[in-house]
């Protein structure tokens, strides 16, 4: 099942090139009172509609999938969590590359942990991003996003992918330098994650995906998520032995090499086996 969200907040379910418009059986759904819980109110509340989907198709109004705006699949996620240096190829590149490493030398990331990215960076895609610095090297990063679908906590590894809600494309947009990552990451914009979401039924194993990145049509990352050296499970299981994962929060899983700078008005293409592809443009001035 392909989840979108469109139009400004609607929900809907892709299907044979159009989107099947489900907000309405959302309506019946009542919003959590203040304080809310941190969570994605529709992602926490999807598994009652999704009972109720057979019943309801004949009912449902569709649009042509060329025809809606696509939005971020997830609206209110409580995290947006990075891994780095999760490939060795990409450890490799970034220790020969002084605009990479400014004069760190990464070994591994079970040495680093994960970073936080700011919730307002999240954008969807076919979104223009601005480069908050464009005197600064700015480099777009392929990862395979994984949403948690439920409250988890020590998760073991055998039980990990049971918390999986689903699977998105995501680019991880980062400034190079020596500040933390989870400031030069969290730019507007920086946290792009589309186009819709993947259920784990049409995925099958997440760690068997070809996944790829263009600027401009020119290929620039090429690999396979067979190469990450934590695992999804592993790195579900590593994320919330430190914290709780409620729904809707995002794991972007790391990068594999050839990560190179974009300038203004380039134009990005990902790709991720089994989920699709999407494009974001970079602005042509600098804002």
């Not at 489900?22 to 509609?49: E, G, K, N, Q, Y």
């Not at 057979?54 to 699949?73: F, G, H, I, K, T």
């Not at 090429?222 to 430190?242: D, E, F, G, K, P």
């Not at 990068?255 to 008005?265: D, F």
Request: hydrophobic share 40%; with cysteine; charged share 20%.
């Amino acid at each position: 099942m392909k989840i979108c969200r469109f139009n400004q907040d609607r929900i809907g379910i892709i299907r044979q090139q159009r989107v099947y418009d489900i907000t309405p059986m959302f309506h019946a759904v009542t919003p959590a009172h203040w304080p809310a819980p941190p969570v994605d109110w529709m992602i926490s509340h999807f598994p009652d509609i999704a009972s109720q989907l057979d019943a309801n198709w004949e009912r449902l109004a569709s649009y042509p999938l060329e025809q809606v705006s696509l939005n971020a699949p997830v609206a209110n996620p409580g995290k947006l969590l990075g891994a780095p240096i999760n490939y060795r190829d990409h450890i490799a590149e970034a220790n020969a590359d002084q605009q990479i490493n400014h004069g760190k030398v990464y070994t591994d990331i079970s040495e680093y942990g994960l970073f936080l990215k700011a919730n307002s960076s999240l954008c969807g895609p076919n979104e223009i991003i601005n480069l908050p610095a464009p005197e600064r090297r700015t480099d777009p990063e392929v990862e395979l996003a994984v949403i948690i679908g439920q409250r988890a906590r020590h998760v073991p590894l055998e039980q990990a992918l049971e918390v999986v809600f689903g699977y998105s494309i995501g680019i991880d947009m980062t400034v190079r330098g020596s500040e933390f990552p989870s400031f030069r990451k969290s730019a507007d914009g920086f946290s792009v994650l589309g186009p819709w979401i993947v259920t784990p039924d049409e995925i099958g194993d997440p760690n068997t995906l070809d996944l790829s990145i263009r600027v401009n049509g020119q290929l620039r990352q090429h690999s396979n998520t067979r190469h990450l050296i934590y695992n999804v499970q592993r790195l579900i299981a590593y994320a919330s032995a430190m914290f709780t994962l409620w729904p809707g929060d995002v794991i972007y899983t790391g990068t594999p090499s050839g990560v190179s700078p974009i300038q203004a008005g380039d134009r990005i293409e990902v790709n991720i086996e089994r989920i699709g592809a999407m494009s974001v443009t970079i602005a042509d001035n600098a804002s």
